[in-house]
């Protein structure tokens, strides 16, 4: 549908795009966010450098990985060591980062008007700034779930109590055993309920929020909808960035906005429907709310 060698990057400077964004906001019959980990990113939830110190500074001098991407994908010798790292990943990540400042900006910039958000991220921001849980679909799980590794069933678990025990017990970057989660059905191992293989567990909860973004988007087809991407890379474009630019192309009403520092374009397709703002997205929103 797309030329594959043609993208434009838009080449208006940076307070006329702010100028059209805000004039797209205020003037949307609805609001489709989609949200990547660029937005996080944006609010200092990097996962490398100073902040991957301050909570792994011994597991990388130890097993000699950087960032806490990588120690998610670490073979671990034993599960007490497994779960000492991900039980800390899961804090610092899930119920110690407190509200981003773009997310709780964000919510200030579609407060009281009719939005949908479809999200990639895993850390729950969107509901701890505020947001009405109804109208999130998280695509790709939660740090806050866990589900049984094999899987026996299509269930999930909350972990916060289990998580804040294995980080108040933990020592020498292991857990005890007897604290090693296993699925009250089946007693196998528990794992993380993140999309990364075939055995991610689609809950009643999943299909739920499908279905609630489904229904939005049936409801609005053919009106004036913002098609707003935050921070989506390249690496599971299927999921928001694609779709966005197909449903622009589709519906003459809509508006496509990317805002994503280094990564902020659109096909010449549907240029003419777009604002792209090269730009971290904090300082964006801190703009708009400004005007």
Known sequence: MFSRTVISRSTENYSLQIERLKCELESADAFIIGAGAGLSDSAGFSYSGVRFRRYFSDFEEKYGFHDMYSGGFFPFPTKEEYWAYWSRQILANRYEAGAGKPYCDLLRLVNGKDYFVLTTNV?????????????????????????????????????????????AQQKDMKISTELIPRCPVCGAPMTMNLRVDNTFVQDEGWYAAAKRYEDFLLLHEGARVLFLELGVGANTPGIIKYPFWQMTARNPKAVYGCVNLGEAFCPKEIEKQSVCINADISGVFADLNRK
């Not at 299509?154 to 972990?159: G, P, R, V």
Request: with cysteine; hydrophobic share 25%.
């Open 123 to 167: 850390d729950h921001q969107f509901q701890i700034a505020g947001f009405d849980k109804r109208r999130l679909f998280y695509t790709q799980g939660d740090y806050g779930l866990w589900q049984c590794s094999k899987p026996c069933r299509q269930k999930t678990y909350d972990n916060e109590e289990f998580v804040r025990e294995m980080i």
